[in-house]
Structures are given as C-alpha cells and as structure tokens.
C-alpha cells in the first residue's frame, strides 16, 4: 500500500472524488478487488484524490489535471477559457457521472469549493452513515436506495437540456 496521504475530495473538472470507488476502497485500506478486476497493479490503483500527492495512475494523465495544474486555477470553473472544449468533451462522452461533474462547476462558482464540498460529503453519504459510490444504486451496508449517477445525471440532461443521454451501464 502506498504511504499515508491526505485525501483531496475534489478535482479540477467537478468530479467529487470522494464517491470514487478508487478512493473508497483506498480509505478503506484495500484495493486489491478493484486492482484484479482492472488488472492492473494495486500500487496504479490506490488514490487519495485528484488533487493528493497519490493518484491513481489512469487519473495522472488526465488532460484538465494537467491543464489546470498548469494554469494554476483551482478548478476549471476558475478558468478563462471555461468552459473549453476540453471540459465539454468529457461532458458529453456518455459517462454519467462526467456531466454531473462538469454540473458541479457551476455550484462550485456560484457557491464556493468549501460549501459544495460539504454538501458533497452529505449527498454521497447514506442516511445510515454508510459512503456510496457514483453508481451504487443501494446502499452496501444497508440496502436503501440511493441517488446514484444516472438518476442526477438525467436530471441534469433535462433541466438543462444537455443533448446527450447516458450511456447505458
Ligand atoms: S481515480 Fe481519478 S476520479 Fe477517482 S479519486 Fe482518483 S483522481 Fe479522483
Ligand atoms: S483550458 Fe479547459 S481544461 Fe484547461 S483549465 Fe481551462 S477549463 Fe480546464
Ligand atoms: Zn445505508
């Protein structure tokens, strides 16, 4: 296992880390499921967030990491060129959980990275205390049904008529 980090729960592009299931099974001390069914090696898979000292080597290559990091804003909603066609094309790539993050810029600009974060850590969190992944549909400790990706994601799509439908998982 890596060396102790902190944990980051935010990211550049909106994705909250903190509901990755790289990051959960980190805090969690094992990434050894995650690591063989990915097959890859469990030291590419541990994750202390986007913006930690450790992160998972898929992420290390992300473009609006790198961008970001260069340009020195704190997230990409912090950018002049946001949003860029970068951030729109993660947006759009049919991933759930990519246009509730790029969703999230907006809150983030109109409220402040301290009080979305807060709320993130209440949205991502079961009722029974439990934390949850983007796309768990029940809670693992206690089967309530949660508010997973796909069911924010179309919501977004609707409300602000994102021309996109999720893709299918
Ligand atoms: S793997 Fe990527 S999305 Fe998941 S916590 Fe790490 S940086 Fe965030
Ligand atoms: S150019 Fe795009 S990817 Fe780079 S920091 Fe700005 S908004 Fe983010
Ligand atoms: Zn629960």
């Not at 994705?15 to 990434?31: F, H, I």
């Not at 995650?34 to 967030?49: K, L, S, T």
Request: with cysteine; proline share 4%.
């Amino acid at each position: 296992m890596a060396a102790q980090g902190e944990f980051r729960y935010e990211s550049y592009c909106g994705l909250y880390c903190g509901a990755c299931s790289l990051l959960l099974a980190t805090e969690a001390g094992d990434v050894s499921k995650i690591a063989a069914d990915w097959r890859v090696p469990e030291a590419d898979m541990e994750c202390f967030g986007c913006k930690s000292s450790k992160v998972a080597k898929h992420c290390q290559s992300c473009d609006m990491k790198n961008c970001a990091e260069k340009r020195h804003v704190e997230t990409c909603g912090d950018c002049p060129e946001y949003p860029c066609a970068t951030l729109k094309g993660f947006m759009l790539d049919g991933w759930p959980h990519h246009v509730v993050g790029v969703c999230n810029l907006e809150t983030i600009r109109r409220d402040g990275l301290a009080r979305w974060l807060a709320e993130q850590e209440t949205r991502w969190r079961c009722v029974c205390g439990r934390k949850f992944e983007y796309y768990q549909a029940n809670c693992p400790a206690c089967g309530r049904k949660l508010r997973d990706s796909r069911v924010e994601a179309a919501e977004l799509i609707a409300e602000k008529n994102i021309q996109i439908k999720p893709r299918a998982m």
